[in-house]
């Protein structure tokens, strides 16, 4: 049974930096194009950025352009998200997937806190 298990989230400063991480289990996503989500309380899970399985294209959500990064260690089968320049509206519990999202493969997220 494929799992996945997000890390690296914490509480940070207005401007500060996080990297996920995104750790697959039981099934290899070496061929698969991943995708990081978000969702707060309340509102629908976002769209953040995709990478596709070669790790050679990325897309991004327009409200992280030019801040996050995605990427992946085809070696270790990992997909990382390096956020920088973080702002309160970034505040949120981070998901993986892959993209378009498998429906049972949500993992617990990891939780995500930018306070000035």
């Known amino acids: 049974q494929a799992q996945v298990i997000e890390s690296g989230g914490g509480s940070v400063q207005v401007g500060g930096s996080l990297r996920l991480s995104c750790a697959p289990s039981?099934?290899?996503?070496?061929?698969?194009?991943v995708a990081w989500f978000r969702q707060v309380p309340g509102k629908e899970r976002e769209f953040v950025a995709y990478i596709t399985w070669t790790g050679t294209f990325a897309y991004y959500a327009d409200s992280v352009k030019g801040r996050f990064t995605i990427s992946r260690d085809r070696g270790n089968d990992t997909i990382y998200l390096q956020m920088n320049s973080l702002k309160p509206e970034d505040t949120a519990v981070y998901y993986c997937n892959r993209q378009p999202p498998e429906p049972g493969l949500w993992g617990q997220g990891t939780q995500v806190t930018v306070s000035s």
């Open positions: 039981g099934r290899d996503f070496k061929t698969y194009t």
